[in-house]
C-alpha cells in the first residue's frame, strides 16, 4: 500500500517500501508494517496487464494515487505530489518522478496539462531491451495509456462519455455454455451420451499413467542439453556431476551399443539425427549425455553440472525469415502446385491484393511430459511408453540397442495427451532409456520436466507466407498465388507437413487459379514436428487470411465473400479429388442464423459507434477438413471369456484423452448385443499391435472401430448356429456352450483400407466468434463462441462436443496466447516454462460457449454413419483472429488510419494494442 513502512530488526528502524526494494535482508527481519490512512479526497488504482486473462506475470504493472480538489467547476486539481509507480519497466524505474513533479498542484482536467503529462511520462519510461519480455515499444505505450486510463477516471463527467469507458478494466461474467446433439435410441449404446470410461478414475487421480511408475530399485535418467545453438562442441566435463551423491554414470555417444540415431529406413525421413549429439549442437536443448542416477532429482541435478564446452559459434537461424536470408532450406522434394495461370489471373483481376503474414509455433503443452520406463529382461527389453506410435518406438529403442524388434515388447495403457509429438519426438527419449537400461542392466524410467520437455522436443511449425490474389469485379476468385515458408527445425522430417498443405489451402473455396510454392525452412531450432491438426489448421487460415484482405480491398462483408466462392459438387480440389459430399452452404447458412449473427453485427457496429476505447468484432468462418484413409492400419483383438461371457479388447489405437475406448467399447457392445459393463479394454501392445500405424491424424478411432466391427462379425457368425438353435439362451449360457463346443472365442483384424479415392469424404464446420478488445492495453475477451460441426452420427455425443470444445480451446491459445520466443545469440528458447508460456487458463475459454453438432446428416462414407472428430474444430478458431481485426480496424479507422493492416499470429496482448498504431495525440478527453 502506498506509504507503507516496514519496521526491520534488529535495529528497529523505519524504511519506504521503495527504500525496502535494494535493502539487503541478510540477518535481518521484519518486525512490523505501518500502514497509513487516507481521507476521500485520495484515488488508488492499481492495474495489472497480463498475457492472458487470468494467473499470468504483469506485463506491466502500475499503480497511481492522487489527492484531489474538485472544488472549483470544471477543475481537478491535484494538491499534492502524485505517486505514480510502475513494474516491469527497467531494474531502476519505479516512480515516474517527473511526471509526478510536472502534475503537482495542477488541474488535471486541462487538456493542454494532460498532454503535457503524457509527453513527460511517455519520455520518462525508458524500458530496457529483454528478448524474453514484451517490446520496449509496448511497455511504454502501456505504462503511458494506463496512465490515460487514471486520468479519464479523475476526471469523470468532464470527459466524453465515448471516452470515459477506457476507464478500469475488461469485466468477465461467470462463463456458460450450451451443447446441442443428436441421439438415437433404437441404436444404443451407439449414438448415445455417455461421459468418457476412463472419466471418473483420471478426475479422482486413480487413473495410473506411466509416470507414475515406481517400481523399487528403478533408477532415473535425464538429458544433458547444449546451452548453444549452431556450434561445434569442444569437451563434455562430467567429473561434478559423478561426484554428486546418487549419480551412477554419465552416458555419451560412445557407450551407445546400437546406432546412434534415432529414424528408420522407409519411414519419415529423421536421417542423421543423433540421440547424443557428438561434434555438433545444431539447436540449444539437444540432448549430448543422459545422467543415470538413483532419483530423478539427483538425475536432473547432475545434468546441470555437466560442462559443455563449444567452439566455432555461429549466429543461430531461428526463424522462417533467417533461414530465407541465409538460404537455409532442407533438401527436400517439395510438392508445388499449379492449376492454370494464377500470376496473370491476378495482374488481371479487378481487385488484387499482395502481402505477407507470419504464424507462430505452439507447444504441445501435454498433461504428461514425455516418459518411458524400460526393463531388462533375460532375452530383450520390456518398454512402458508415452508413445502415440508403439511400431516406431519400438524401432526406434531396437536400433539404439543393437537388438531385433521381436526382442522390444512396448506397452500402452494410456497417454496423457499426445496431440502428435508423441508420434515421432517421443523417440528420442524412448532411445535414450533403452540405451541407459541397456547400459546399466537395470530398470531406468526417464519423466522429463517440463523445462526439458519444452526445450528438446519440437512444435507446431511456424510458417511465413508471402501472396498474391485477385477478384472479379462481382468478387469471384481470379486466382490465388501463394509462397509457403515452414520452419521444419533442423531436420527434415517435418517437411511432409509442408509438403501436405495442398490438401487443406482451398478450404472450402474454388479458385480457378492457383500458384503455391513450398519451402521447407532450416533452422538451429529443434526438429519441429506434428501438433493437433497439422498442416490444416495453418493452410486453412492462410486461404482465410488472403480472403479477409480481398474483401476488404473490396468493401465487401467476409462473409459474403466467401460465400461467393464456395466450393460446389463436382469442383476439383487442389488435391486432385472431385467434391462430392459438400454441404458447407447450408451448414453456414444454419450456424449464422443460430447464432444470430446479422443482429449481432449491427450491434457490434453501435457498440463500437458508443465507444472509443472499447471495440468489438465478430467473425464466422467456415472450413472444410479432408478425410484420407490411407495406411490406416490397425490390428483389433476381441476375446469372449467362458465363465461369464466377458469380454477384453486391445486395438491398435492408443487412448490419448480423446475417448477412443469408450467409442470401441460402445461399437462393441452394439454389434454384439451386450452390456457396456461386459467389456474390458486392455493396453495396447506392440506384439498384438505389430506394424501398425500410429494414433493420429484424427482417423484412429473411426478404423479402429471399424477393426472392432469385423471382430464382432466373425465372432458372431461363429456364435450363430449355437445362437439360432437356442433363440432365448443368456448371453453367458451362450458363450459357454460355444467354449463346450470347442469355438473359437476370439477374433483378430487388420485393417487395410482401399478405398477407391485418397479422399474418403469431408468434415465440415462453421464456427462464429465475438470479442471484445480494450484498444489501450490489448486485453481482450471473447463474448460469445458458436460452432456447428457435421460430425455425421455420432457414435459418442459426449465425446465429440468434448472434442469439438477442448480442440476450440487449443486453437484459441495458438491465435491468441502461445507465443514461442529464443534467445537471438544463443538459440535458448526463452518461454521453456509456465512463466512465460501461456496456454488458455479459465477465464481465456469463451464466456458464452455454444455448440452443436449438425443433426440428421449421417454420413454414408463413414463408419456407422459417423464422421471423424479430434482435430477440425481447432481449425475454425481462426475466426477469433479476424474478430479481433474487426475491433482493431474500427479503433484504427477513427484514428483516420483505413488502410490494410497486415497481423501474425498470434494476436497476443501486445500486438493487439501494437496493431491499433494509438498516438499521444489520440489521448484526449473529448474529440
Given at each position: 500500500m502506498a506509504g507503507t513502512q516496514l519496521m526491520i530488526g534488529p535495529e528497529n528502524k523505519l524504511y519506504s517500501m521503495e527504500d525496502f526494494l535494494t535493502f539487503d535482508l541478510k540477518g535481518k527481519f521484519i518486525l512490523q508494517a505501518h500502514f497509513p490512512t487516507y481521507s476521500d479526497d485520495y484515488v488508488f488504482r492499481t492495474y495489472k496487464i497480463m498475457p492472458r486473462a487470468t494467473n499470468a506475470h504483469a506485463l506491466v504493472e502500475a499503480g497511481f494515487r492522487a489527492k484531489l480538489d474538485k472544488g472549483q467547476q470544471g477543475q481537478v486539481v491535484i494538491t499534492e505530489r502524485p505517486a505514480l509507480i510502475f513494474a516491469n519497466i527497467n531494474d531502476e524505474f519505479v516512480h515516474a518522478k517527473a511526471t509526478e513533479d510536472f502534475l503537482t498542484g495542477k488541474n488535471i482536467a486541462d487538456p493542454q496539462l494532460l498532454k503535457g503529462a503524457l509527453t513527460t511520462l511517455q519520455n520518462e519510461v525508458q524500458p530496457k531491451e529483454d528478448p524474453a519480455e514484451a517490446s520496449v515499444e509496448y511497455r511504454r505505450s502501456l505504462a503511458v495509456s494506463l496512465f490515460y486510463k487514471f486520468a479519464l477516471e479523475l476526471v469523470g463527467d468532464l470527459a466524453d462519455a465515448r471516452y470515459k469507458t477506457a476507464v478500469g478494466s475488461l469485466v468477465r461474467p461467470v462463463s456458460s455454455g450450451s451443447q446441442s446433439f443428436e441421439t438415437k435410441q433404437e441404436n444404443w449404446p451407439i449414438t448415445q451420451a455417455i461421459p468418457k470410461l476412463e472419466s471418473m478414475v483420471q478426475c479422482t487421480g486413480e487413473a495410473k499413467y506411466i509416470s507414475d511408475i515406481?517400481?523399487?530399485?528403478?533408477?532415473?535418467?535425464?538429458?544433458?542439453?547444449?546451452?548453444?545453438?549452431?556450434?561445434?562442441?569442444?569437451?563434455?566435463?562430467?567429473?561434478?556431476?559423478?561426484?554428486?551423491?546418487?549419480?551412477?554414470?554419465?552416458?555419451t555417444a560412445s557407450d551407445v551399443p546400437g546406432k546412434n540415431v534415432i529414424g528408420t529406413p522407409g519411414r519419415t525421413p529423421i536421417m542423421g539425427e543423433e540421440i547424443l549429439a557428438t561434434t555438433q549442437s545444431y539447436y540449444a536443448g539437444q540432448p549430448v549425455a543422459i545422467v543415470v542416477a538413483v532419483s530423478r532429482e539427483m538425475a536432473e541435478e547432475g545434468?546441470?553440472?555437466?560442462?559443455?564446452?563449444?567452439?566455432?559459434?555461429?549466429?543461430?537461424?531461428?526463424?522462417?525469415?533467417d533461414a530465407i536470408n541465409s538460404n537455409s532450406f532442407h533438401e527436400t522434394k517439395m510438392k508445388d502446385i499449379n492449376v492454370g495461370d494464377a500470376e496473370v489471373a491476378v495482374k488481371n483481376a479487378a481487385v488484387s491484393v499482395e502481402g505477407s503474414f507470419e504464424m507462430g509455433a505452439q507447444q504441445h503443452f501435454h498433461t504428461e511430459t514425455m516418459v518411458t520406463v524400460c526393463y531388462p529382461t533375460e532375452d530383450g527389453m520390456n518398454v512402458e511408453a508415452g508413445t502415440q506410435f508403439i511400431d516406431g518406438t519400438q524401432s526406434a529403442i531396437a536400433q539404439a540397442c543393437g537388438l531385433g524388434k521381436n526382442k522390444i515388447n512396448v506397452t500402452v495403457k494410456r497417454n496423457g495427451g499426445g496431440f502428435g509429438a508423441k508420434g515421432s519426438r517421443i523417440n528420442i527419449v524412448a532411445a535414450a532409456v533403452g540405451i541407459a537400461a541397456f547400459v546399466m542392466k537395470r530398470p531406468v524410467k526417464m519423466h522429463q520436466s517440463l523445462w526439458d520437455n519444452f526445450k528438446l522436443i519440437g512444435r507446431r511449425l511456424p510458417y511465413l507466407i508471402k501472396y498474391k490474389a485477385g477478384t472479379d469485379a462481382a468478387g469471384k476468385l481470379a486466382g490465388i498465388v501463394l509462397d509457403v515458408y515452414g520452419d521444419c527445425g533442423y531436420q527434415p522430417s517435418a517437411s511432409v507437413i509442408v509438403n501436405g498443405l495442398p490438401n487443406w489451402i482451398d478450404n472450402i473455396y474454388f479458385s480457378p487459379a492457383w500458384k503455391v510454392r513450398l519451402h521447407a525452412c532450416k533452422t538451429n531450432t529443434p526438429p519441429n514436428t506434428h501438433c493437433r491438426a497439422p498442416g490444416s489448421t495453418e493452410g486453412i487460415y492462410m486461404t482465410e487470411y488472403v480472403l479477409q484482405h480481398l474483401a476488404y480491398a473490396s468493401g465487401k462483408n467476409p462473409v459474403d465473400l466467401k460465400r461467393q466462392n464456395f466450393l460446389k459438387n463436382g469442383d476439383n480440389l487442389l488435391e486432385g479429388a472431385t467434391i462430392k459430399d459438400c454441404n458447407i452452404g447450408p451448414l453456414t447458412e444454419q450456424l449464422m442464423s443460430s447464432a444470430s449473427y446479422n443482429d449481432r453485427a449491427v450491434a457490434v457496429d453501435q457498440f463500437n459507434k458508443d465507444n472509443r476505447w472499447r471495440k468489438r468484432g465478430i467473425s464466422v468462418v467456415p472450413m472444410r477438413f479432408a478425410v484420407h484413409w490411407r495406411n490406416g492400419n490397425y490390428n483389433c483383438l476381441v476375446a469372449i471369456f467362458h465363465e461369464g461371457g466377458t469380454i477384453a479388447v486391445t486395438h491398435g489405437g492408443i487412448e490419448l484423452g480423446q475417448g477412443i475406448n469408450t467409442k470401441?467399447?460402445?461399437?462393441?457392445?452394439?454389434?454384439?448385443?451386450?452390456?457396456?459393463?461386459?467389456?474390458?479394454?486392455?493396453?495396447?501392445?506392440a506384439i498384438t499391435n505389430a506394424n501398425a500405424r500410429g494414433?493420429?491424424?484424427?482417423?484412429?478411432?473411426?478404423?479402429?472401430?471399424?477393426?472392432?466391427?469385423?471382430?464382432?462379425?466373425?465372432?458372431?457368425?461363429?456364435?450363430?448356429?449355437?445362437?439360432?438353435a437356442n433363440p432365448n439362451v443368456k448371453w453367458e449360457d451362450l458363450i459357454e456352450t460355444c467354449y463346450k463346443q470347442g469355438i473359437d472365442l476370439s477374433a483378430r483384424t487388420w485393417t487395410n483400407p482401399k478405398p477407391e479415392e485418397p479422399l474418403v469424404y469431408n468434415t465440415y464446420c462453421a464456427m462464429c466468434t465475438e470479442v471484445e478488445v480494450d484498444i489501450l492495453t490489448g486485453e481482450s475477451h471473447v463474448l460469445r463462441l458458436d460452432c456447428l460441426y457435421d460430425c455425421g452420427e455420432s457414435i459418442s455425443p459426449y465425446i465429440d462436443i468434448g472434442q469439438v470444445e477442448g480442440g476450440t480451446i487449443m486453437g484459441l491459445g495458438y491465435y491468441m496466447t502461445e507465443e514461442v520466443r529464443f534467445h537471438p545469440k544463443t538459440g535458448q528458447n526463452l518461454t521453456f516454462g509456465t512463466w512465460k508460456y501461456k496456454p488458455p487458463f479459465a477465464k481465456d475459454i469463451p464466456i458464452d460457449f455454444r455448440v452443436a453438432l449438425l443433426k440428421n446428416a449421417p454420413n454414408p462414407s463413414g463408419v456407422l454413419r459417423s464422421k471423424l472428430m479430434q482435430e477440425p474444430p481447432l481449425c475454425a478458431t481462426a475466426s477469433v483472429v479476424f474478430a479481433l481485426r474487426q475491433a482493431i480496424q474500427a479503433s484504427r479507422t477513427e484514428a483516420g488510419k483505413n488502410d490494410w493492416f497486415p497481423n501474425d499470429v498470434p494476436m497476443t496482448v501486445e500486438r493487439v494494442q501494437q496493431y491499433a498504431q494509438t498516438q499521444l495525440a489520440d489521448l484526449v478527453y473529448k474529440p
Amino acid at each position: 500500500m502506498a506509504g507503507t513502512q516496514l519496521m526491520i530488526g534488529p535495529e528497529n528502524k523505519l524504511y519506504s517500501m521503495e527504500d525496502f526494494l535494494t535493502f539487503d535482508l541478510k540477518g535481518k527481519f521484519i518486525l512490523q508494517a505501518h500502514f497509513p490512512t487516507y481521507s476521500d479526497d485520495y484515488v488508488f488504482r492499481t492495474y495489472k496487464i497480463m498475457p492472458r486473462a487470468t494467473n499470468a506475470h504483469a506485463l506491466v504493472e502500475a499503480g497511481f494515487r492522487a489527492k484531489l480538489d474538485k472544488g472549483q467547476q470544471g477543475q481537478v486539481v491535484i494538491t499534492e505530489r502524485p505517486a505514480l509507480i510502475f513494474a516491469n519497466i527497467n531494474d531502476e524505474f519505479v516512480h515516474a518522478k517527473a511526471t509526478e513533479d510536472f502534475l503537482t498542484g495542477k488541474n488535471i482536467a486541462d487538456p493542454q496539462l494532460l498532454k503535457g503529462a503524457l509527453t513527460t511520462l511517455q519520455n520518462e519510461v525508458q524500458p530496457k531491451e529483454d528478448p524474453a519480455e514484451a517490446s520496449v515499444e509496448y511497455r511504454r505505450s502501456l505504462a503511458v495509456s494506463l496512465f490515460y486510463k487514471f486520468a479519464l477516471e479523475l476526471v469523470g463527467d468532464l470527459a466524453d462519455a465515448r471516452y470515459k469507458t477506457a476507464v478500469g478494466s475488461l469485466v468477465r461474467p461467470v462463463s456458460s455454455g450450451s451443447q446441442s446433439f443428436e441421439t438415437k435410441q433404437e441404436n444404443w449404446p451407439i449414438t448415445q451420451a455417455i461421459p468418457k470410461l476412463e472419466s471418473m478414475v483420471q478426475c479422482t487421480g486413480e487413473a495410473k499413467y506411466i509416470s507414475d511408475i515406481e517400481t523399487e530399485g528403478i533408477l532415473r535418467a535425464a538429458f544433458v542439453l547444449t546451452t548453444q545453438a549452431n556450434a561445434s562442441i569442444y569437451r563434455l566435463d562430467a567429473t561434478a556431476a559423478m561426484a554428486l551423491p546418487g549419480v551412477l554414470r554419465v552416458i555419451t555417444a560412445s557407450d551407445v551399443p546400437g546406432k546412434n540415431v534415432i529414424g528408420t529406413p522407409g519411414r519419415t525421413p529423421i536421417m542423421g539425427e543423433e540421440i547424443l549429439a557428438t561434434t555438433q549442437s545444431y539447436y540449444a536443448g539437444q540432448p549430448v549425455a543422459i545422467v543415470v542416477a538413483v532419483s530423478r532429482e539427483m538425475a536432473e541435478e547432475g545434468a546441470k553440472l555437466v560442462k559443455v564446452e563449444y567452439f566455432n559459434v555461429q549466429t543461430p537461424i531461428l526463424t522462417c525469415l533467417d533461414a530465407i536470408n541465409s538460404n537455409s532450406f532442407h533438401e527436400t522434394k517439395m510438392k508445388d502446385i499449379n492449376v492454370g495461370d494464377a500470376e496473370v489471373a491476378v495482374k488481371n483481376a479487378a481487385v488484387s491484393v499482395e502481402g505477407s503474414f507470419e504464424m507462430g509455433a505452439q507447444q504441445h503443452f501435454h498433461t504428461e511430459t514425455m516418459v518411458t520406463v524400460c526393463y531388462p529382461t533375460e532375452d530383450g527389453m520390456n518398454v512402458e511408453a508415452g508413445t502415440q506410435f508403439i511400431d516406431g518406438t519400438q524401432s526406434a529403442i531396437a536400433q539404439a540397442c543393437g537388438l531385433g524388434k521381436n526382442k522390444i515388447n512396448v506397452t500402452v495403457k494410456r497417454n496423457g495427451g499426445g496431440f502428435g509429438a508423441k508420434g515421432s519426438r517421443i523417440n528420442i527419449v524412448a532411445a535414450a532409456v533403452g540405451i541407459a537400461a541397456f547400459v546399466m542392466k537395470r530398470p531406468v524410467k526417464m519423466h522429463q520436466s517440463l523445462w526439458d520437455n519444452f526445450k528438446l522436443i519440437g512444435r507446431r511449425l511456424p510458417y511465413l507466407i508471402k501472396y498474391k490474389a485477385g477478384t472479379d469485379a462481382a468478387g469471384k476468385l481470379a486466382g490465388i498465388v501463394l509462397d509457403v515458408y515452414g520452419d521444419c527445425g533442423y531436420q527434415p522430417s517435418a517437411s511432409v507437413i509442408v509438403n501436405g498443405l495442398p490438401n487443406w489451402i482451398d478450404n472450402i473455396y474454388f479458385s480457378p487459379a492457383w500458384k503455391v510454392r513450398l519451402h521447407a525452412c532450416k533452422t538451429n531450432t529443434p526438429p519441429n514436428t506434428h501438433c493437433r491438426a497439422p498442416g490444416s489448421t495453418e493452410g486453412i487460415y492462410m486461404t482465410e487470411y488472403v480472403l479477409q484482405h480481398l474483401a476488404y480491398a473490396s468493401g465487401k462483408n467476409p462473409v459474403d465473400l466467401k460465400r461467393q466462392n464456395f466450393l460446389k459438387n463436382g469442383d476439383n480440389l487442389l488435391e486432385g479429388a472431385t467434391i462430392k459430399d459438400c454441404n458447407i452452404g447450408p451448414l453456414t447458412e444454419q450456424l449464422m442464423s443460430s447464432a444470430s449473427y446479422n443482429d449481432r453485427a449491427v450491434a457490434v457496429d453501435q457498440f463500437n459507434k458508443d465507444n472509443r476505447w472499447r471495440k468489438r468484432g465478430i467473425s464466422v468462418v467456415p472450413m472444410r477438413f479432408a478425410v484420407h484413409w490411407r495406411n490406416g492400419n490397425y490390428n483389433c483383438l476381441v476375446a469372449i471369456f467362458h465363465e461369464g461371457g466377458t469380454i477384453a479388447v486391445t486395438h491398435g489405437g492408443i487412448e490419448l484423452g480423446q475417448g477412443i475406448n469408450t467409442k470401441v467399447v460402445q461399437v462393441i457392445a452394439y454389434e454384439l448385443g451386450v452390456e457396456m459393463s461386459r467389456i474390458q479394454v486392455q493396453p495396447t501392445m506392440a506384439i498384438t499391435n505389430a506394424n501398425a500405424r500410429g494414433t493420429y491424424g484424427s482417423i484412429s478411432t473411426e478404423l479402429v472401430c471399424l477393426s472392432a466391427i469385423e471382430c464382432c462379425r466373425q465372432l458372431n457368425d461363429r456364435l450363430k448356429p449355437v445362437k439360432d438353435a437356442n433363440p432365448n439362451v443368456k448371453w453367458e449360457d451362450l458363450i459357454e456352450t460355444c467354449y463346450k463346443q470347442g469355438i473359437d472365442l476370439s477374433a483378430r483384424t487388420w485393417t487395410n483400407p482401399k478405398p477407391e479415392e485418397p479422399l474418403v469424404y469431408n468434415t465440415y464446420c462453421a464456427m462464429c466468434t465475438e470479442v471484445e478488445v480494450d484498444i489501450l492495453t490489448g486485453e481482450s475477451h471473447v463474448l460469445r463462441l458458436d460452432c456447428l460441426y457435421d460430425c455425421g452420427e455420432s457414435i459418442s455425443p459426449y465425446i465429440d462436443i468434448g472434442q469439438v470444445e477442448g480442440g476450440t480451446i487449443m486453437g484459441l491459445g495458438y491465435y491468441m496466447t502461445e507465443e514461442v520466443r529464443f534467445h537471438p545469440k544463443t538459440g535458448q528458447n526463452l518461454t521453456f516454462g509456465t512463466w512465460k508460456y501461456k496456454p488458455p487458463f479459465a477465464k481465456d475459454i469463451p464466456i458464452d460457449f455454444r455448440v452443436a453438432l449438425l443433426k440428421n446428416a449421417p454420413n454414408p462414407s463413414g463408419v456407422l454413419r459417423s464422421k471423424l472428430m479430434q482435430e477440425p474444430p481447432l481449425c475454425a478458431t481462426a475466426s477469433v483472429v479476424f474478430a479481433l481485426r474487426q475491433a482493431i480496424q474500427a479503433s484504427r479507422t477513427e484514428a483516420g488510419k483505413n488502410d490494410w493492416f497486415p497481423n501474425d499470429v498470434p494476436m497476443t496482448v501486445e500486438r493487439v494494442q501494437q496493431y491499433a498504431q494509438t498516438q499521444l495525440a489520440d489521448l484526449v478527453y473529448k474529440p
